[in-house]
C-alpha cells in the first residue's frame, strides 16, 4: 500500500502541455488512493476538493468533490481552447463528479454527478457559433435573440451584458441535464430546463424568456410625456414588478441539433 504522502508540484508538464500546479495529502485506501485537501490550478481555474482514485471490478474510478473558481470565464475558455463567447468578473463551479478512468483521463461526455454553476457581471460576446465551437456555441445568445425574434437596438452593436447567471446541472448517460439554469439581465431574464445530448448533438429543451416591460415603456414616455411619464414608468416597474413579468414571458420550446436548433 502507498503510505501516507504530502504530494506538491509546481509546475506539471507533459511534452509541450503545461497542467498546471498541485499540492495533496495522498493516503491510500483498500482499493486505491483519496486525498481530502487537494488543490490544483489549472487553465485559470483553481480547484480544491476531495478525490478519490479507486479500482473496482478491474475498472479505474475517478472521483471529485469540490469547486473551482476562476475570474474572467473568457480567459478559461480561450485556455481551453475555445473562442470566448461570454466574460465574466468571477466564476464559481461547485460539485460532485465521477468518471472512468485515471483523474486526467476527464472527458466530460462520460462523467456522472451534479454541478453547480454561478458566473457573474460579463457580457455575452458577439461571436459566430462556428468560432465558439458546437458546445460552447450554445452560450452564444447574441444568435439566440436573433433565432427567437428578439431584437433590442441598444443591444444590437455591443456585447450583452448579464449580471448573475446561475444553475445546475445533471451529467449522466452522455447528456446533460440541465435544471433551472436562470440568467439575470438588464435586457431580459431567462430560465431554462431540459437535456442536452452529448452524444447525438441534440437539443430538447424550454426556454422562458423574460422582457421587461419598461425597457419598451422608458424611451416613448419620456418623449412623449417627458420626465414625469418616464417617472412613471420606473413606479411601475418597481411597484408591479412581478405582474408585469408573468405578462411578458416568453416560452419557447428548443429542440434540433446543436448546428441547426429549432
Known amino acids: 500500500l502507498l503510505p501516507n504522502t504530502h504530494l506538491r508540484i509546481d509546475q506539471l508538464s507533459i511534452g509541450d502541455t503545461d497542467m498546471g500546479r498541485y499540492s495533496a495529502t495522498l493516503q491510500a485506501t483498500s482499493a486505491g488512493v483519496k486525498s481530502d485537501d487537494l488543490r490544483f490550478g489549472l487553465r485559470q481555474v483553481d480547484f480544491s476538493g476531495n478525490l478519490q482514485w479507486e479500482q473496482h471490478d478491474g475498472q479505474a474510478l475517478t472521483r471529485f468533490t469540490g469547486k473551482g473558481m476562476a475570474k474572467n470565464a473568457a480567459d478559461v475558455l480561450a485556455e481551453w481552447g475555445y473562442t470566448p463567447s461570454l466574460d465574466s468578473e468571477s466564476a464559481m463551479l461547485t460539485g460532485d463528479v465521477q468518471w472512468v478512468g485515471a483523474p486526467y483521463q476527464f472527458k466530460l461526455a462520460r462523467t456522472q454527478g451534479q454541478i453547480q454553476a454561478h458566473i457573474t457581471n460579463g457580457h455575452f460576446l458577439k461571436v459566430s457559433n462556428n468560432a465558439a465551437g458546437r458546445v460552447w456555441g450554445l452560450l452564444n445568445f447574441q444568435t439566440w435573440l436573433s433565432r427567437l425574434q428578439l431584437r433590442f437596438s441598444d443591444l444590437s452593436d455591443s456585447d450583452m451584458p448579464f449580471k448573475d447567471i446561475h444553475g445546475q446541472f445533471g451529467l449522466a448517460n452522455n447528456s446533460v441535464q440541465v435544471d433551472r439554469l436562470r440568467i439575470d439581465s438588464p435586457a431580459l431574464k431567462m430560465k431554462m430546463e431540459g437535456v442536452v445530448d452529448l452524444r447525438e448533438e441534440n437539443l430538447d429543451m424550454q426556454w422562458h424568456v423574460t422582457v421587461p416591460v419598461t425597457r419598451n415603456l422608458m424611451l416613448p414616455a419620456a418623449m412623449v410625456g417627458g420626465l414625469p411619464g418616464a417617472a412613471t414608468a420606473y413606479v411601475l416597474d418597481k411597484v408591479l ?15 434540433g441539433t446543436f448546428e441547426e436548433p429549432k
Open 241 to 255: 414588478a412581478s405582474q408585469l413579468d408573468k405578462l411578458t414571458t416568453l416560452t419557447y420550446d428548443v429542440t
